[in-house]
């Protein structure tokens, strides 16, 4: 067994990581400036939380086999600069996981958006149905003791993200992957401080088709015409496989999955979601795994954490939240829950948290993407922007950008609570969208 130190231990992917290799009995060290729960908590319990927080050089030296490198760290955090100067072995966390799982089959889910919801579905269907299976995940699921999993199993399913892999692996995530299925859902501008420009992003994904070994299979979104262009241009070695929504049917506020003759309930809705599934229902179709059995699957399938979830449901009012935060997810989970609950009366609370979306140049971007609810409150920290060294935005701007002037900004968490306290009653359905934590407040 080795000795693998993890810097940036305390992300929700890295601390998932620390606590796999633990279990698989390695000796694990960690470091981190910041560790919240429940990271803190798992990482304790499994006797590998930094008794201190912050950097140490101290803690590196030449009995380490491995350093693994998140991608929090900095380029000059002087434990990586300790273990450059000692030559030791250093992989980004996407390397070392690409490295893990080569032998696999690997079925790879990337895009701009539904990514962990299609890993997430693809887990459930293989747990329920006994298929042995290894995984990287970037959400915490019901049944799942961890984000990550190393075994002996003969499949891996990995949520490939396109953000740079570390400050020393200016490399997509994904590009450290070898798919023998790459599911593409869809390519929209995201990640502004990596990608400044939308030709950038772009990019990464014509490099991820174009790198695919010759005769796998890439399974894309066709109604994307982008995504139709990279498929058109760099695919010429792959089997390709368009999807679009599953066929299904909305009755009295349930979604059905119509197979053939036979219809399975649903618990989750919306088109997007329904494009999740048609992508998960091609994929089995290409290892041979029959569509009943599949279905009847999915039909217990809640959704990923943070993922439309629902908070808290009465006769006077619905509260859901989700993690959408790019401009595509926000205008897809929005369109999901108007179709879902056409008759009710909308408020939507965003929370723009991300360098994207707290930047001046790619908040245009977001422009109609909330037309569909019949108000909204776009909320932001002044103090997160000076926490990034970013300029300070002004509501005037924000509403512009949106195209909407109906918007409500507020500017720290008194506004919100404020309006919050204001609305709640007029609306029979609040949806609570965004990366962050609202400044703390109750959404109950």
């Not at 030296?61 to 991608?71: A, E, T």
């Not at 290892?287 to 979830?309: D, Q």
């Not at 006769?315 to 999901?336: G, L, M």
Request: with cysteine; net charge negative; proline share 4%.
């Amino acid at each position: 067994m080795s000795r693998i130190h993890l810097i940036a231990v305390g992300g929700s992917v890295m601390h998932n990581l620390a606590l796999a290799l633990s279990k698989q009995g390695h000796q694990i060290s960690g470091s981190d400036d910041q560790i919240y729960e429940p990271a803190k908590s798992r990482l304790a319990a499994a006797g590998i939380l930094p008794e201190i927080e912050g950097w140490d050089a101290n803690r590196i030296d030449q009995k380490l086999d491995l350093v693994i490198l998140g991608m929090h760290a900095k380029n000059d955090n002087p434990e990586l600069l300790k273990a450059l100067e000692l030559g030791i072995r250093i992989q980004s966390f996407p390397e070392f996981v690409g490295e893990q799982f080569r032998n696999k089959t690997q079925i790879v889910v990337t895009g701009s958006h539904g990514k962990t919801t299609t890993t997430s579905m693809l887990m459930h269907v293989f747990q329920k149905l006994g298929i042995s299976f290894d995984y990287l995940v970037g959400a915490q699921l019901d049944g799942f003791d961890t984000m990550v999993s190393f075994t002996n199993a003969p499949y891996a399913i990995i949520e490939g993200d396109e953000y740079l892999s570390s400050c020393l692996d200016a490399r997509s995530k994904f590009m450290h992957y070898h798919p023998t299925i790459n599911i593409i859902t869809g390519v929209a501008w995201d990640h502004y401080n990596v990608f400044p420009t939308f030709p950038s992003y772009l990019n990464t994904f014509q490099n991820l088709v174009a790198s695919l070994d010759v005769g796998s299979h890439v399974i894309y979104y066709e109604k994307d015409p982008l995504l139709n262009e990279i498929i058109l241009h760099h695919a010429d070695h792959l089997m390709s496989h368009p999807y679009t929504e599953a066929n299904s049917q909305l009755i009295n506020g349930t979604v059905y999955l119509i197979i053939k003759d036979k219809t399975f309930p649903l618990k989750i809705f919306g088109k997007h979601n329904m494009q999740n599934l048609q992508a998960v229902l091609n994929t089995c179709s290409i290892l041979n795994i029959p569509l009943n059995p599949v279905a009847e699957a999915l039909s217990s399938f809640t959704g990923a954490a943070k993922r439309m979830e629902l908070i808290s449901e009465n006769s006077n009012q619905v509260r859901y939240k989700d993690f959408a935060h790019a401009p595509s997810k926000v205008k897809a989970t929005i369109e999901a829950v108007r179709e879902r609950y056409p008759d009710k009366r909308i408020l939507v609370i965003l929370e723009l948290h991300t360098y994207s979306s707290l930047n001046k140049e790619f908040l245009p971007q977001y422009k109609n993407t909330v037309d569909l609810a019949d108000q909204v409150v776009v909320y932001f920290d002044q103090k997160a922007l000076e926490i990034k060294r970013m300029n300070l935005l002004d509501p005037a701007f924000i509403k512009s950008a949106f195209g909407n002037d109906s918007i409500k900004v507020c500017e720290n968490k008194s506004q919100l609570e404020e309006l919050l306290n204001k609305y709640q009653s007029e609306f029979d359905l609040i949806l609570f969208l965004g990366s962050g934590q609202f400044g703390g407040i109750s959404l109950l």
